[in-house]
């Protein structure tokens, strides 16, 4: 039909075309668009089928997304609220009782769900928690106690102290201070080491806590000073228990098969007549500790008469280099006496100190103060020179008398000792044998083998020489054989009882005859009494110094006391 219309357009036939475009063409166009539209439909139906089935596949995907996402985020919450629980919460509580324990503050719970880390992290934490607190525990010990002794220390006592006024106060009670310092005990330690001396000061803590009651407190303040406080108990009781404390100390220390004596001077104060609050009444005890050393009774109640001596202590110092130079220090002559021929032999010369504002200082505190403040050696010099010359005085009256002259153990260490001694000799003229050097037994074995050297040098010089204060050191006889010493001096604390204590007599009847087996003389010092002297001489006893014979006495009264009283047996007359 197109091809037929195509030929009528070509040719000049008008409107021939007319028919066919409406027979073959237009029903043709009328075929083709009912198939186009049955096409169309067919097409519609499927796609919308398709569109259907796409969007229930979309619609089923998104479920299965949703659910996924869901589950996803379900367990996402339970993995976080999981954590929380086993990890999170765990870790912070441990961390936070970590902080509390930082803080010092216990008692925070540890969670109790755990996985098997936070398990590991929680043991770990429960470790160095018990670790910490037993170093805390071992750190507030050694804070509040002594290393050596394991007792209290200052810090401890002074705590106790407050709260056992606090008490003693509301109570109206009493509480006593007892301030303890070992006599010698220096010694000791110089003579036979620390290890003796540590163990020493260890079994004398261990015997003041046997000897009182639990709520005492026995404390060590360091060196060989202790101290022990009394709650409830007034100064007439704490006088009781300082004699047991005393007697407890009295029996022999035995340290490395060494048998040890050890002697201590106490303090007493008491609340609240000698103080109320702990600085004053460790003040008034430590007075009354020096007071208890000059003494013989081993202990002293707090007196405030004794206070002007402790308060001067520092400015005895300056005095004591002036006094020296000022020639302000004394000798007093003590008179020993040969107990065979009952005559006098020879003097002691010991040292004395009017002190203008404080009277007389004992000697022994002299020395000690002359050491040390590095004045021992002048001292010693003085006091050689000075005896020196009242010999060569004596002698010049016809009053023939050796002389014996106490050396402190510094003086052994000086080496100028010796060149000192042979100038003076040359200067002075004195027999060198009517000097004897008296040597402490603990001086002689601080440095055994210096002190010998020395000893050798000082007999060669032909000064004899004695061992002073015996029984109180701690030297062995085989050592003793080895000194050149002509005699020896039995310490006053052996001698004065040996009436009434067998043990020291036994103490001194064995040095007598045992020093008489080595060729040495024997002087027995602080005699008494009457009795003591006629037992000394039945023993065998070499000679005699002390009270009974004669107090010390100044130069010029010696002669007169030589003149008048010789022989001693006179003495017994009257
Ligand atoms: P020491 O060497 O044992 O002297 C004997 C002490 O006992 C003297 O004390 C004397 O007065 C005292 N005494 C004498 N007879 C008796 C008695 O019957 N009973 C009692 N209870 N005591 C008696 P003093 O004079 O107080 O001397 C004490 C210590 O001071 C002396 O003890 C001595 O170690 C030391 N000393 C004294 N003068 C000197 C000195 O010039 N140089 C040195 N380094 N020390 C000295
Ligand atoms: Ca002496
Ligand atoms: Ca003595």
Redesign the pocket.
Known sequence: GFMGVKEIHHSDAWRADTKIIKDTILPRLKEIDSFLSILDKAIESSGTRDVRALSQVARLQTTILQIVAGFGLAFIVLTILSLQRLVFRPIDSVARALKAEAFGKSGILLPAVRTRETQNLIDAFSEMRKQVHSRQADLEHQALHDALTGLPNRTLLHDRMEQAINVARRDHKNLTLLMIDLDRFKEINDTLGHHVGDNVLKDVGQRLLATLRQIDTVARLGGDEYAILLPDTDITTAVTITKKISKSLDSVFIIDELNLFIKASIGLAEYPSHGKDVATLIQHADVAMYVAKRG?LGFAVYNPRDDDYSIGRLALISDLREALTQKRLK??Y?PKVNLKSENIIGV?????WDHPKYGAI???Q??TLAEQTGL?DD??KW?LREAAQQINSWQQQNCLIDIS????MH?LRNPDLIAFLKSLLSEIPVRPESITL?I?ESAMMANPKRSLKTLAEISDMSIRLSI??FGTGFSSLAYLKKLPVTEL?I??SFV?DIIHDENDFAIVKSTIDLAHNLGIEVIA????KQDVYEALKNMNCDAA?????S??LEAKQLVEFMNTEQPVRAKKTI
Not at 405 to 408: A, E, P, Q, V
Not at 545 to 549: K, L, R
């Open positions: 013989q000798l007093h003590q002691e010369a010991l040292l004395r004992p000697p022994d002299i020395v021992i001292v010693t006091v002259i106490n050396l402190s003086n008296e402490t002073d204060d001096k310490d006053k004065m010092e602080g005699v008494e110094q002390g009270f009974y014979i107090y010390p």
